[in-house]
């Protein structure tokens, strides 16, 4: 695929891998994407019952979808990372909730 790619293509998809390299390696940036996908609802059924609604609900998704891609052109495992970062903002987010209902 990289072959039939003129220089200025090549260039371009050079500076892509190593813009999703630098989301990958910067741990604000991922938070961000997580609360993203979790915002267009990516691990979730898109169906609303409501044709229109559901027609909304896959665009959000693939946009979402696209990113991850992205990411994953440049670290298969990039979708495990996001969903580790995902996963430990909950816990932390959970444990703040807890101690500020401690307070009350």
């Given at each position: 695929m990289v072959d039939g790619l003129n220089r200025k293509q090549r260039r371009m998809l050079q500076q892509?891998?190593?813009?999703?390299?630098?989301?990958?390696?910067?741990?604000p940036t991922l938070r961000f994407l997580c609360r993203m996908l979790n915002e267009?609802?990516?691990?979730e059924n898109p169906f609303a019952g409501n044709s229109n609604t559901t027609f909304v609900n896959v665009?959000?998704?693939?946009?979402?979808?696209?990113?991850?891609r992205a990411l994953e052109s440049v670290d298969p495992d990039a979708l495990?990372?996001?969903?580790?970062?995902?996963?430990?903002?909950?816990?932390?987010?959970?444990?703040?909730?807890?101690?500020?209902?401690?307070?009350?």
């Open positions: 892509m891998e190593n813009d999703a390299r630098a989301v990958l390696a910067h741990p267009v609802r990516y691990f665009g959000e998704q693939e946009a979402g979808r696209k990113i991850v495990l990372v996001l969903l580790a970062t995902a996963s430990k903002n909950r816990s932390l987010n959970s444990a703040e909730n807890e101690e500020s209902s401690d307070e009350d």
